[in-house]
């Protein structure tokens, strides 16, 4: 059975990254570089897949769970590195959703 945590804080992510896609396409520069936009596209998909595997309770929930929150941890470091308070709200969304992926196991 999933947790609930592991699906909030999924579709939290999922949400906060696309939001922050469009601020990135807003700001161009160092926020549109191929691998942090890239990063960010994988780990908004990665997220949103999570979400569901996780409420069905699927079979692969678990494997899932550890790439997601690989992607999450890449993606934060990624936002981290750029400026502003959008970046600072999507890298923690990133924190919390690898947190919550990473103690499905226990």
């Not at 897949?49 to 929150?69: I, N, P």
């Amino acid at each position: 059975m999933h947790s609930e945590s592991e699906v909030k804080y999924s579709l939290e992510c999922y949400r906060v990254c696309t939001e922050t896609i469009q601020h990135c396409l807003k700001m161009g520069g160092e926020h549109i570089e191929q691998k942090h936009f890239n990063l960010m596209l994988d780990c908004a998909k990665v997220c949103n897949t999570a979400a569901d595997f996780f409420m069905r309770d699927s079979a692969y929930r678990e494997k899932l769970g550890v790439l997601c929150a690989e992607v999450c941890d890449a993606c934060a470091a990624s936002c981290d590195a750029l400026e502003g308070e959008e970046m600072k709200r999507c890298a923690k969304a990133c924190r919390d959703c690898a947190a919550a992926c990473r103690g499905m196991g226990e």
